[in-house]
């Protein structure tokens, strides 16, 4: 691990910077209004695809509609989340990416379990679970405790 010295303090990763914190709150709830739009853009070709599925299959395949949403989301999350930059899009585009503070890769699963974590907390305590990023480290958030994670900004 390489130590640097920034503004007289010794820095020994770029989580310990605590300007990579500054607007982190603002920018999350952002980027989750983006990839909520996403999520809901990419859930129409595949309405459209279980419509036809529910006619080949005389309804049965009708069903689907109900795991329709969550199953896109996690996938997107997934593909997007778990990715070796550690952002959804949403994320990129405001400049902030999720990581361990371990220092390990964000996988997949970690990613998934993330979001699930997330939606269960809001369904739980609902937007109560951002009010733990006031007077935690690193604003972090309820989920981001639970797992060792801590979103930051990518720019810094």
Excluded at 116 to 142: C, E, H, M, Q
Aim: hydrophobic share 55%; charged share 20%; net charge positive.
């Amino acid at each position: 691990m390489s130590a640097r010295v920034l503004d007289g303090e010794i820095i020994t990763s770029r989580l310990d910077d605590m300007r990579a914190y500054q607007g982190v709150r603002t920018r999350r709830v952002l980027a989750f209004v983006i990839d909520y739009c996403i999520v809901a853009l990419l859930t129409i070709p595949f309405a459209i695809l279980v419509f036809f599925l529910g006619l080949l299959t005389l309804g049965l395949g009708w069903m689907l509609f109900s795991i329709l949403v969550p199953a896109v989301a996690i996938l997107y999350i997934w593909n997007t989340l778990g990715r070796a930059d550690q952002a959804t899009t949403g994320m990129k585009m405001m400049g902030i990416r999720l990581d361990r503070l371990d220092g390990t890769r964000i996988d997949g699963l970690t990613a998934v379990v993330h979001s699930v974590l997330f939606w269960a907390g809001n369904v739980i305590l609902t937007p109560l679970i951002l009010l733990v990023s006031l007077f935690s480290d690193r604003k972090r958030t309820l989920h981001d405790l639970l797992l060792g994670t801590v979103v930051s900004r990518s720019d810094r």
